[in-house]
């Protein structure tokens, strides 16, 4: 299984598990490592916004880099957004050094015109390296910058390194089947396009186009199977199983609070020790915990994934 | 029926009916004001953000007031936020003496700070009367103004003419539960809640703490009915319900294509005449109706309200 | 004197006069208008930012227009930015009918993508009628949009009526000056470039290609005079004169407190009878009207203009 | 001379000078060094944001600190600013151990209401130490996050480690009136208040109770004279002083290239060997370095330091 322009499935965002005093968990790391494999991920992309990366020192960020890489038999993607090209420059190095397969950029939030964001990743392209295969992330709902097609298909042309988009612009859908027409239409080369925004709309994104989901949802298996059940044309069945998770996906899909959800999820899934956050945390109020929970059980008559062990 | 602190259920956020030459669907509003009071709703509310209010002469506004508060049985909310407190003051103005119960009011996005906000409302209160009841919209995602729950309580110190909050913050279970708590303590005078944000938490609003909701949701009549069992203590049959729901209420949550879905949905349920919008205007397009329809078609194996009628 | 794309000298951003009480001072705006014409001002530019629109009812504004428009012998421009299309295209409709020169349009702070922006002004085009001359406002530090050479140049290319840029984008020095060269090489067609900021680089801007300012500062007679300066190739005399006003202009080009200084110099030089704005207000301080004082002081011993006759 | 909550006088936000190729010009850094010193600076602040510190890797970062404080006989303040406080904790850490005087802190750009502005000072305090003595940069133009003068009271009452407000709020003068009537009043406990925004104001600021400037214009020398002028009483002196560079400071003033008029002045007075950024630089075109010239030479006329040496 290999990083590239036709890469398809699930890559698994994965979280940074931390012990209650805050240190880094390694026997987690390579627990969540092995879990998302198992629950068939074609890929892992660490240190992304939702894997506390800027709360990591850099030594500990490529100490983590180093323990996935070396366990995970699947492409490791490492998210290198900075406020510099500098730090970003050194975070790839050393990413591509100790073999992940690719790096992830996301535009800095202080980009306005349409320029503007096509000369930012020449740029960072000039610092990585364009020998440095990449992932396109576009997400103007935290960032604040929206990027049109033409600026996709523009980056997309200037930077054959860059093999990957993570899509989640919301709404979004329309996004997919315009660059997908582009393409068809000999105006665009190819590339992989890959879902995020948590899933929300995974039971519509591959009819449009995308080639599976990078996102953190703590049921990846559920994400794997939803994207070989489209794989396979059956329709309904994807509905019924995506439907089944959408409450969940959901309450999970809140800003801030959507980590200390998927944290919570994998621990009680006994994936991951602690659900603890490293600084600035919003954790979970008692009151969410047990909404969660109530929805845990309630998926858990539709899908025995979510029966909770603890 | 009336419209004050103790308020509950539904306020239905009315959609604007136009004809495919772009006037004003008259007979379309009454039929819709109708269609939310036979929806059990408890309140309209009319020229809010997704009422197409800016593309309304004041001429057409002052109509819409007119024929719906003749018509409706219920409290008429009339939404006043304005670039500028002249024109707040005579719609707001307008709005009262020709019968509405209140006027909703949204903070201006320039505002930064917390004295800003709460000066703005000072401010606004001033231009349209202290005697004339309001609603205060919290609705950051739009508006890109965070009210801390500090300020919003200092607003309803300030201002005994506010009666309703309608709470669109994202996430926002917990500052439901913490302005209720407040209350609890004595600290904080007695408001109503109606929620919106499409509904999107409705499984859990109620149970924090809020009285209802406030939203345009194409299916008022669950709306309503989902807030009565929650009322009557029906926890797990109001889940069914909203779940059932979740897959169309989430796809409804797009910021632009929203309304094309509401509209489109309200037409389908043989309520308004057209789904015209006035420019600009975000249309579905073939594969979204197709999409749309594909959801209701699934709904209504559950809800017979979802049966397509055309 | 018309107003065209050829349009050179000072266009003067109107101040709005009102009486303590609130109300229009209708015998200050005649004052206004003539200073600006005996000032040397080629044209007139009312309900503009500065110029307190959002705070003016409809009549109020269309009264304010026919008392100038009917008064002015040079070109009178009205802003007609609005929330929507609607509002626009009636205030457009009345401007242009009591016999206005034209209007000015400035992009909606939503805005976000290159096409985003072009697709704005298509569509304020389509509401005016593409009859309507009009002015393009390019104003990023107020308004957050930020219009890239590419941008302007597309729009002035889908749109002949727009004879003229507002420019006040900052630093702006290399617009004007690509501009003109995209306009020299043929890429481009021509257009008049006014400039705004408060003239805070107006010693540079006309060699840069500007043709003018247009601006509210209190001293439109200098302003006049500078452009002159420039006209007759007299460098260092307008640098002189910019230097010894600069101290003034700079204080004025505060956010907020600049109208208090404009309309507290107006008044000092007997322009207007009161400095009073409408609500939300900043008025100066009792230090800061020292200090501008003090600054006029000054001025006054190398600019008699600015000898206080009160 | 120390840091303390009555430091007065001029701190300079030092530039960081590199070699054409890139790396950084140790040697400059030592002359800009000395030159502040024998300009009369109390203090120098390295790694602010005009000192391309995100351009910077962090054994580089390191590398200046460590030149710069073994050099330097006045205090050394370190820009510690990071997207996260893990990187803020290791910087501010070793900024310490090599003998800085203290750290400057800037908010990050997504902070909203009052409350997260204060949470997020505490959460600071708590990553790099309540022992480290610190400055609190508000900064509102390019952070986009507004401080209310309650906001700042209330940062500075629960952090006695906090001893200087590097102020940079536009408009601004109010503000410094405000806090020192507050602390006259006994609500709010001393402190240092040093102004930025490249001197924009400095001919007022210091009446209104700023103990000096802490800013990275050209001429620090100039800036030290002024500061000393106005602690002598010397009014009319000083604006002289001030209304003379008025042309220069205000083209520095502009967001970007300001840097490049920077490191272009510091060159041509021969302090540093090149004008070299790192990139993403915005460097001066032909026509803007000869306007920067003329500027010079104008100045030449008022004030010998201006006299160019190249």
Known sequence: MTFGTKSKGVYAIAA?????DGSIDFNSVDSLTDF?????????TILG?????????????????KRVVSRAKVPVIVGVSAPGFAAMRSLAKSAMDMGAAGV????????????????????????IGDDVPWVLQDYPLTLNVVMANSVIAKIMSNHPSCLMLKHEDWPGLEKISKLRAMQAAGEL??????????????????ERGADGAMTGYGFPDMLTELVGLFAA????????LFDAHLPLIRYEQQLGVGLAVRKHVLKRRGVIASDAQRKPAQ????KA????DYLLERLAKKDARAALKA
């Open 283 to 286: 954790m979970l109020t008692p």
């Open 16 to 20: 940074t598990p931390f012990l209650e």
């Open 36 to 44: 998302y494999e198992q629950s068939g991920c074609t890929g892992i």
């Open 104 to 127: 992830m950029i996301a535009p800095t939030p202080a980009l306005k015109t349409d320029d503007q964001i096509v000369n930012y990743f020449a740029s960072a392209v000039e610092a």
């Open 233 to 240: 044309d059956k329709r309904d069945e994807a509905h019924d």
């Open 189 to 206: 080369r190819e590339f992989s396009i890959l879902c995020g925004n948590g899933g929300m709309f995974l039971d519509f994104e591959p």
């Open 289 to 292: 915990r047990a909404e969660v």
């Open 49 to 65: 916004i939702m894997g506390e990366a800027p709360k990591l020192e850099p030594d500990e960020s490529r100490a983590i880099i």
